[in-house]
């Protein structure tokens, strides 16, 4: 990633250029046994039916808390983990421990809650992943119906063959599929029909353009859920962040969705209370976390 300097064709590092190369070395020496250390934690984001306001499950986000640098978004590390096939091991634990912490969660009134795992392209095409979810199954006592993965557009079309074989498998065990960030990849029509997924979910910035008084963008979102329907999948938006945008989005034909107006990710403790609140109250809409619950 050095910059050629022109002179004497020696590449030169600028000072910013630098610092980011010494922070993803640090980073990269610092993943060595930081499994087993503990370092990393989850968070979950519950989501919701959007006309009723019904607790339908949780997403599981990875976070790292690091030794010197504190809490790590998972935006700083996981291009890394990825790149160094570090995502590997931490994609099996992120999928082992989520599927523990749902399985202990009691369901809703109206079924059982989910928990959508986010993967990675390099583990869609890693041999042991099927493995790897039949084993977070089964030593979770986790249903397959209540797992869903994420997985990108991207990684789909990366190793199409191999990735599209792991899903068929995967599926088999009553698990469902999501494309994460629909709309920023660059996955073709006549593609998505051929892959074995359940689920769209409506990338944030499209569900930005619900905001405000501008309808320029509404035509985008309608065309997604119109797709969605068309091709016998469901819908779930990502990023609301105010009343308009979820009306909107329920007007539209979608409906679920997750997002700061609703709950921001949560602990695993107040999470587990949301679910047992939804457990116990069938009517509970869009409750907020009481940190303190
Ligand atoms: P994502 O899967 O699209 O997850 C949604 C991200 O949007 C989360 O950020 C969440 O905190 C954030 N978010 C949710 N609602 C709102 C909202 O209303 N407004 C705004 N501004 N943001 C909202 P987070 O936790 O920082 O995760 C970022 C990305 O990192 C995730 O995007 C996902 O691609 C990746 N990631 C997180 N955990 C894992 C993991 O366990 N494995 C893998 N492979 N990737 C992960
Ligand atoms: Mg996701
Ligand atoms: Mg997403
Ligand atoms: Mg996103």
Redesign the pocket.
Known sequence: EAKSNGKNGYAMFEPSMRSRAVERLRLTNAFDGALEREEFY??F?PQFALDGGRLEGF?????WHHPTLGAL???RF?PL??ETGF?VP??RW?LER?CAAAAGWPATPEGALTMS????PR?LIDPHLVADVAGALRRSGLAGEQLVI?I?ETSLVTDARRSVDALHKIKKMGVRVAV??FGTGYSSLGQLRNFPIDIL?I??SF?DQLAGERTDGFGLVEAIIRLAHELDLSTVA????DTAQRERLTQMGCWSG????MS??LSQRVAENVARRAASESDLAYLPAPEDG
């Open positions: 989850l968070e984001q997403e599981a986000l990875v976070r978004s998972p935006m996981i983990a990825e995502i931490l994609g992120v989520a795992v986010n993967l990675s583990q994420e990108t994460d960030d979910k990338d944030k569900v990502e990023g609301i962040e997750q997002g700061f107006l921001r990710p």
